[in-house]
């Protein structure tokens, strides 16, 4: 069996994770590729919500064994207490269904420490990141020097390379941030209680997936953040720090694009993103809380790991152009169609104006994108609720030019659009 993906096709936030859960129903194995605990994905389920950062959404069936892959980075701490969670309400998260790559970096106080500091020194020009220590572990990581999960199950290797990565990085918060030295010994001897807890999970991951595609086991890749966040080709230096579009599968999962069948892209029928950067159809005042919510409910515009309130905006089929290039899509998944319910006129972004000149791509040249300004066509809007509906034919004339639009402006099939938060509430197409 082929390998299926997952992948954002705008800032993250795109509903990737009820996605995966439902695609999940079909898989055997599900393996997250890229990000760490600042990316956040909500399931919903029977009236219950569950809020996952580091473990992948396919958990929540019975039988699916779920991989966290090398190319994403792991905080022991908030894996621990994810698993506990998890537990708690009934789930299996035993060694044998939840495995952790030994090629997989970790992410430690120092991480986290130095994201705070950078961030804080950057003052008005802040990055906007999650503060949990994402770029920094991704950053030893390329310079070499980081910690892999393989070290889990060495209590002595373990304890020495913890002890020396936070005594050497004492130096750096001390007199370059002017920050408070962290405790080596104390980080050493958690991260040894964390050796005992997770042990267990580790495996080879590519070897694992290599493993279930020749038995004709369906595996599923599930991303994490989105297309405009990937370092590469994301709105620099307003990004993530690993490559959360189709080259990052590859990289950081172990396998061989020959193994890739369908490639899904997920958008909202909106735009959000959360932190700084250019923005070409964001939205203020009432249209704002139109879209966003009040956040009174799990699946407002609020972000998932950090709580803050998202930028929201119309769609942008520039930016999902882009995605559709740089992934190669072959089916779309489109989500929150039902916040658009009685909106009279849906404007889209179909292309921008840069001082007379029309793009129909975002330009690289971050100065260039912020002046750029939307080229909308507006489509008529829906009064009716459209929660109810589970077929294409159900959904309102409106709405179904609405898809029908997308579909042609992007030239690639749309196969699922959600109607609601939870895992029925999802039309076929």
Same mark, same amino acid.
């Given at each position: 069996m082929p390998l299926d993906i997952v992948i954002g096709?705008?800032?993250?936030?795109?509903?990737? $994770?009820? %996605?995966?859960? &439902? /695609? +999940?129903?079909?898989?055997?194995? %599900?393996?997250?590729? *890229? @990000? @760490?605990?600042?990316?956040?994905?909500?399931?919903?389920?029977?009236?219950?919500t569950f809020k996952l950062? /580091? #473990?992948? *959404? $396919? #958990? =929540?069936? +019975?039988?699916?064994?779920?991989?966290? $892959?090398?190319?994403? %980075? &792991?905080?022991?701490?908030?894996?621990?207490?994810? =698993?506990? @969670?998890?537990?708690?309400? $009934?789930?299996?998260v035993s060694p044998h269904r939840l495995k952790i790559d030994r090629r997989t970096h970790l992410i430690t106080p120092v991480h986290k420490a130095l994201d705070q500091a950078r961030e804080s020194q950057r003052g008005d020009k802040a990055i906007g990141t999650t503060l949990r220590g994402i770029?920094?572990?991704?950053?030893?990581?390329?310079?070499?020097?980081?910690?892999?999960?393989? /070290? /889990?199950d060495k209590p002595e290797e373990l304890a020495e390379a913890v002890h020396d990565h936070v005594s050497t990085h004492n130096e750096i918060l001390t007199r370059v941030y002017g920050a408070e030295p962290i405790d080596a010994e104390k980080i050493a001897a958690e991260f040894a209680h964390f050796g005992q807890r997770l042990a267990p999970h580790l495996a080879d991951g590519s070897v694992l997936i290599d493993e279930f595609l020749k038995e004709g086991r369906p595996v599923l890749a599930e991303g994490a953040q989105g297309t405009m966040l990937d370092i590469d080709h994301g709105t620099y230096p307003f990004v993530t720090s690993s490559s959360p579009t189709i080259g990052g599968v590859l990289t950081g999962l172990g396998v061989g694009? #020959?193994?890739?069948?369908?490639?899904?892209?997920?958008?909202? +029928?909106?735009?959000s993103r959360v932190g700084g950067g250019p923005f070409t159809t964001e939205l203020d005042g009432e249209d704002a809380l139109r879209l966003r919510g009040t956040g009174k409910n799990?699946?407002?515009?609020?972000?998932?790991?950090?709580? !803050?309130?998202?930028?929201?905006g119309w769609l942008d089929l520039v930016i999902l152009s882009h995605a559709v290039r740089i992934n190669g899509f072959t089916e779309l998944c489109v989500t929150k169609l039902d916040i658009l319910s009685g909106i009279p006129e849906i404007p889209v972004c179909i292309a921008y104006d840069t001082d007379g000149q029309r793009l129909n791509y975002p330009p690289a040249d971050l100065s260039t994108l912020a002046n750029c300004q939307p080229i909308y066509k507006a489509l008529p809007g829906w009064e009716e609720?459209?929660?109810?509906? !589970?077929?294409?034919?159900?959904?309102?004339?409106?709405?179904?030019?609405?898809?029908?639009? =997308?579909? *042609?402006?992007?030239?690639?099939? =749309? !196969?699922?659009?959600? %109607?609601?938060?939870?895992?029925d509430q999802v039309v076929t197409v």
């Open positions: 096709a705008q800032w993250g936030d795109e509903g990737k $994770g009820r %996605v995966t859960d &439902l /695609l +999940a129903r079909e898989a055997a194995l %599900v393996a997250r590729f *890229s @990000g @760490g605990d600042n990316a956040g994905h909500t399931v919903a389920v029977d009236g219950e950062h /580091l #473990i992948p *959404s $396919g #958990i =929540i069936h +019975a039988g699916v064994t779920c991989l966290v $892959g090398n190319g994403a %980075v &792991l905080n022991p701490a908030v894996f621990i207490r994810e =698993i506990e @969670g998890l537990a708690k309400r $009934g789930i299996d770029g920094p572990a991704y950053a030893e990581k390329i310079g070499r020097s980081g910690l892999r999960a393989g /070290l /889990l694009a #020959i193994q890739v069948d369908k490639v899904w892209g997920v958008a909202k +029928a909106f735009s799990p699946w407002d515009e609020y972000g998932t790991t950090t709580g !803050r309130p998202r930028r929201v609720d459209i929660r109810e509906c !589970r077929t294409i034919d159900e959904l309102p004339e409106n709405a179904q030019a609405y898809i029908a639009f =997308i579909e *042609s402006f992007l030239n690639v099939p =749309i !196969r699922l659009v959600s %109607v609601g938060p939870e895992r």
